[in-house]
């Protein structure tokens, strides 16, 4: 198999083959990201991503069981394209039980309706998109490319086509003055787009990056642990749909997994033990490398 530039996955995608299906992001324009800066978007030619399939078959036979398709928008190819590699890998791999790509709203969306439908029957499973808040002014600052109001239809439309939606959440990304408008807002969105999972993360500045410039220059100030224990306590709180919650992230203050609204209660008093110990007690502030 072969792999260009740099290759992230899930931490849910552990145990996952990985085959490279695109270079890059399409979009690599969000200030805290830092990850495909270097790195121009392309998608694979579908022969060589089938070469990889196949490579991977004469490796492991028929004992995958997952697969994850990077790099940081897979889900940016053409539907049709898209499409006929997740029915190869299906044929490959009789046994699989997931198949799964990164992708962001904006992206998601350009397939329509019936192309999400189209990608569901070929066999893709799930899709990882970076929410990371509900709050239109906090995307437009971050540069995210996608609004509220395309989260929760990117969500509908999956939904409709059997498609699974894994969002993501970043705490802290409107800072302490926004950090309530930010929670409930994305809250908004969790509940109308209704994901099959919420996963946390902690902002952490990273190098080489817009909003490490904004933070070492004064211009914007990061949460303290207990400010994003609270904005994470104010988002359960203001979750009402099904949902399973998920903070499997090395940037996290508190480890947090359960089923909302079942375990919300459980949840909010795991924050509140953890409001009860002084800041210099959890991880310290640090600047992301990766």
């Known amino acids: 198999m072969r792999y260009e530039g740099p290759i992230y996955r899930p931490p849910s995608e552990a145990d996952s083959l990985l085959i490279q299906a695109t270079v890059g992001c399409p979009h690599n324009r969000c200030t805290f990201c830092m990850v495909y800066k270097q790195t121009r978007f392309r998608i694979r030619p579908l022969a060589e991503i089938i070469e990889d399939l196949e490579e991977a078959r004469r490796q492991f036979g028929d004992r995958v069981r997952t697969l994850f398709f ?12 898209l499409a006929a590699l997740c029915r190869h890998a299906r044929e490959l791999f009789p ?22 439908k189209e990608l569901a029957a070929a066999g893709l499973s799930r899709i990882h998109a970076g929410f990371e808040s509900g709050d239109d002014e906090v995307l437009a ?20 086509a059997g498609i699974e939606l894994s969002a993501y959440l970043i705490l802290g990304l409107a800072g302490p003055e926004g950090s309530r408008r930010h929670a409930l807002a994305s809250a ?20 080489n990056t817009p909003l490490l410039e904004e933070v070492l220059s004064g211009r914007f100030r990061l949460c303290g642990p ?19 919650l998920v903070s499997d ?37 640090f600047i992301g490398t990766q």
Request: proline share 6%; no cysteine.
């Open 226 to 244: 207990h400010e994003i224990l609270l904005e994470a306590r104010t988002l359960i709180r203001a979750i009402e749909v099904p949902t399973q």
């Open 70 to 81: 990077p790099a940081g928008n897979t889900i940016a190819m053409p539907t049709r394209d």
């Open 249 to 285: 992230h090395y940037t996290n203050y508190l480890d947090l997994h359960g089923r909302l609204p079942e375990d919300r209660e459980r949840l909010l008093r795991e924050i509140d033990a953890a409001l009860a110990r002084p800041e210099d007690t959890f991880r310290p502030f």
């Open 141 to 160: 600052r971050v540069k995210k490319g996608a609004t509220a109001a395309q989260h929760l239809q990117a969500g509908k439309w999956l939904r409709e």
């Open 95 to 116: 046994r699989l039980q997931r198949l799964t790509v990164y992708g962001s709203s904006q992206y998601i969306l350009r397939h329509g309706r019936e192309g999400l």
């Open 188 to 207: 908004r969105v969790v509940n109308a787009a209704r994901p099959a999972f919420v996963r946390l993360r902690t902002l952490v500045p990273k190098i």
